[in-house]
Every structure is written in structure tokens, then in C-alpha cells.
């Protein structure tokens, strides 16, 4: 990437900043904070996929899926006593699928497929009948259909070319709910609300914001933030609580998060959020560029001198100091922090060097956040 991609990115960095307001924005309430009683569940179960060309487990190699095999033809009243199954046709598969709240019997939702064996591809295949299972062990869906799988595979005698995952896919609306969780949202009495991200400011903010419209509707305070993530609200006595969730999760707050830079070394990817400030700092970044040039020549010896031929060694090493720009930075706003930035023309990653040097001096007013 070079200084102007550079310089052109720090910049779009400052209009996003701009246009998205990271901090003090007002959101709604269902935007950032979720119902506690209101969470998902994990599915799981073990199942087979059937109608593979050639692309499914080897039984040697997989013996629990010639065992499923010889399971399920007997459930199905298939004697295979004697028998030997050399079929590649078909692959044990762990399924898995989230349970959304609130799902009532007959709904229906998507899972997920992923290869236990050696199985080379899933496309084309046909999940059977499998039991989707939860953390109780008791069984909530069913799941069975065909497997959408988006990579693909090609080989030939020289050569193969693949593109992403074939032995994973999905079942779209695969699963059918046929147990629902035992507790209902209006056995409940209270409703706790817990933040995305985590902040006092915002908890006490959701909580002024409900009771302001609480005041108004049932003429009392009817919320309490506990803490930093969770916001209690109390149901009053005449009100229905699917109607008072709904009216809640769209009253309007103002929302607040730290100070954060967040730095991927790996992709060069840098966020910077807006109330990061930097105290007045002195920054010196330059680059030691060292070449070397390997030029060997070849030597032949004169006629009739019984000589050999040689290779002479020819090794040239070029030195080059780059940058080495002092420059001051007095980040009291985001857009002065990015021109400051800017001033020292460097690329993604000595800015990251850069970043991380300044919050070592102390000099970064924000969390610094390595991925």
C-alpha cells in the first residue's frame, strides 16, 4: 500500500468517524441491549448424509459410519447380518443449529453440516432424519433435507483446483421445532436487559430513559441499573409485559463506549474511535532498507593451459536509511490525530508500530486493543 492509499484511508477513517458518531450517538434500546430471558440455544446430533457421488467416508477408515449404516437399515427392518459395505455414497456428519427464543413447535430453522470421516464433499447430498439435541439431552428439533454447500472442487490427472469448504453446508429451514423451553415470557414478573457493550453510562442512561416513560404511562420509576451490563426493569401491576417490552425497546438513548484503538498486524486494519486522545508526544519513524545483489561470473581459462572453469563470486550490498521525520502529535480530536498521523507519511504498519510506541510512553488516552 502506498503513502497516499495511506493518507486516503486515514482519512476516509475521519469522515466515518464523522457520519457514524462512535460515541455519544442516540440508538435505540433494542439496538443495543437484548432481553436476558430472550437467548438462544445450542443444538447439536450425529446424522448421515446419503447421495454422495463417490465423495463420502471411506468404511475403512470411518468405522463409526458403517456402523450408523448398519443402525439405520434396521431401524428400517433391513437385516445386514453378514454383509459388508463397500460404499462411498455416503457420511457421517455432526449437525448443529441454533434454537431461537421463543420457537414454538412446527417452526422451522436452519442448520448447519460439517464431515466427521475422510469425506472429500457433501454436495449433492441428503441429510437423513437426525435428532437435534440440547445442553438437557432432550431432543427439540429435527432436522433433515438437502445440503446447500458453496465450495467446490475439481482434479484432474496434473492438476485440482479447489474454492472454500465442501465437506461443511447448511439446510436452509431444515430443522422443525418439536419441543418448545419450558419457560414462557409472560410466566416472568421482572425483565433484565443486558447491554452489547458493557458501560455504566449507558446502563444509567437506558434506566433514566425508561423511568422517564414510565413516569408518564404508569406514574412510577419501574427500572434499576445493576451494574455496568444489566438494566432490571419491574413490571407494573396492570401492564402487559409483551406490550411494555415493545414500547421499551424503542424508547431512544444516548449511548457511550471507552476510548479504544483497535490494530489488526495481520491485514494492517486500524480503527480509530473518536474520543481517543493522544497527549502532546515528539514521533521519529524511519526505515533501514538493506540490499543485496548476488552477481556471479563466470571465469574460463586460457587455451591449452589445462585450466578449469570457475565461478567467480560478485556480492554487492546496498544500504538505504528512509524517513527518519520528526513530527509532534497533539491528538485533542480524531481529525487531529489522523493528520498528525498523516504528517509523518508512513505506511499501515509503521503507524501501528508508531501506535503502540505512544501508548507504551503513556501518551495514548485509550485502550489499545491487539487482534
Avoid at 469448504?165 to 410466566?187: C, H, M, Q, S, Y
Wanted: charged share 15%; net charge neutral; with cysteine.
Amino acid at each position: 500500500m502506498t503513502i497516499r492509499a495511506c493518507k486516503w484511508l486515514l482519512t476516509f477513517a475521519v469522515a466515518f468517524a464523522a457520519t457514524l458518531t462512535f460515541a455519544h450517538g442516540a440508538s435505540r434500546i433494542k439496538d443495543v441491549a437484548s432481553l436476558q430471558a430472550g437467548r438462544d440455544n445450542q443444538l447439536i446430533g450425529y446424522g448421515l448424509v446419503v447421495g454422495l457421488q463417490g465423495t463420502g467416508d471411506s468404511l475403512r477408515s470411518s468405522p463409526f459410519t458403517e456402523q450408523s449404516i448398519r443402525a439405520m437399515l434396521q431401524n428400517l427392518g433391513i437385516s445386514t447380518q453378514g454383509g459388508e459395505s463397500r460404499t462411498r455414497n455416503v457420511a457421517a456428519v455432526l449437525v448443529t443449529a441454533t434454537l431461537p427464543p421463543f420457537a414454538s413447535p412446527g417452526s422451522r430453522i436452519d442448520v448447519t453440516v460439517g464431515s466427521l470421516g475422510d469425506a472429500t464433499s457433501l454436495r449433492g447430498g441428503t441429510l437423513v432424519m437426525t435428532s437435534l439435541s440440547g445442553a438437557d439431552g432432550q431432543i427439540y428439533a429435527v432436522a433433515q433435507g438437502s445440503i446447500v454447500v458453496t465450495g467446490f472442487n475439481a482434479q484432474g490427472e496434473a492438476a485440482s483446483l479447489s474454492q472454500g469448504v465442501t465437506t461443511a453446508g447448511r439446510v436452509p429451514n431444515g430443522a422443525v421445532i418439536e419441543r418448545e423451553l419450558p419457560a414462557k415470557f409472560k410466566d416472568g414478573f421482572n425483565l433484565v436487559l443486558q447491554l452489547r457493550n458493557p458501560d455504566f453510562s449507558t446502563a444509567v442512561g437506558m434506566a433514566a430513559a425508561i423511568n422517564n416513560y414510565a413516569a408518564t404511562q404508569f406514574g412510577g420509576r419501574i427500572a434499576e441499573a445493576l451494574d455496568s451490563q444489566s438494566v432490571l426493569v419491574q413490571k407494573p401491576k396492570m401492564a402487559d409485559l409483551a406490550r411494555l417490552m415493545a414500547d421499551i425497546e424503542n424508547l431512544v438513548i444516548e449511548t457511550d463506549v471507552p476510548a479504544r484503538v483497535v490494530v489488526n498486524e495481520r491485514t494492517g486494519t486500524i480503527v480509530i474511535g473518536q474520543d481517543v486522545r493522544v497527549s502532546e508526544v515528539a514521533v521519529s519513524y524511519g526505515t533501514l532498507t538493506v540490499q543485496v545483489t548476488e552477481t556471479p561470473t563466470v571465469v574460463q581459462p586460457a587455451p591449452f593451459s589445462r585450466g578449469q572453469t570457475a565461478v567467480e563470486p560478485n556480492t554487492t550490498i546496498e544500504a538505504q536509511a528512509d524517513g527518519g521525520t520528526v513530527a509532534i502529535l497533539n491528538g485533542s480530536s480524531l481529525r487531529s490525530l489522523v493528520a498528525g498521523l498523516n504528517s509523518i507519511g508512513v505506511k499501515p504498519d509503521g503507524i501501528i508500530a508508531i501506535l503502540q510506541s505512544i501508548k507504551t510512553a503513556g501518551a495514548l488516552q485509550a485502550e489499545l486493543v491487539l487482534q
